[in-house]
Nanobody, 122 residues
Framework: QVQVVESGGGLVQAGGSLRLSCAAS????????MGWYRQAPGKQRELVAV???????NYADSVKGRGTISRDNAKNTVFLQVNNLTPEDTAVYYC????????????????WGQGTQVTVSS
């Protein structure tokens, strides 16, 4: 059983910052990547930032220069900080983890968290 659980979010004023956390737990052999996506009302889910193990972060253009993704590998946790928020950042933010569940298993599984609402007021 694998769980991916986000925390943080809430109501933030424009110009403020958000910091989200996400932890993966359960029967995991390795975490190959973790990332953040978001879905605004009436829109498709979109990438915000992702980080593969041993790789460089990849950011959506919408958060480049404002966002920072980081990982604590010892705690199977990923963080997202976005500064200088605007109402366009309002969305449900989802965390994902790309996992290998067993040693020697080449199959990678993607797990999603339940999402956390971020609302930016103008």
């Amino acid at each position: 059983q694998v769980q991916v659980v986000e925390s943080g979010g809430g109501l933030v004023q424009a110009g403020g910052s958000l910091r989200l956390s996400c932890a993966a737990s359960g029967s995991i052999f390795s975490i190959n990547g973790m990332g953040w996506y978001r879905q605004a009302p009436g829109k498709q889910r979109e990438l915000v930032a992702v980080m593969r193990s041993g790789g460089r972060p990849n950011y959506a253009d919408s958060v480049k220069g404002r966002g920072t993704i980081s990982r604590d590998n010892a705690k199977n946790t990923v963080f997202l900080q976005v500064n200088n928020l605007t109402p366009e950042d309002t969305a449900v933010y989802y965390c994902n983890a790309d996992l290998t569940l067993r040693p020697g298993d080449r199959t990678e599984f993607r797990y999603w968290g339940q999402g956390t609402q971020v609302t930016v007021s103008s």
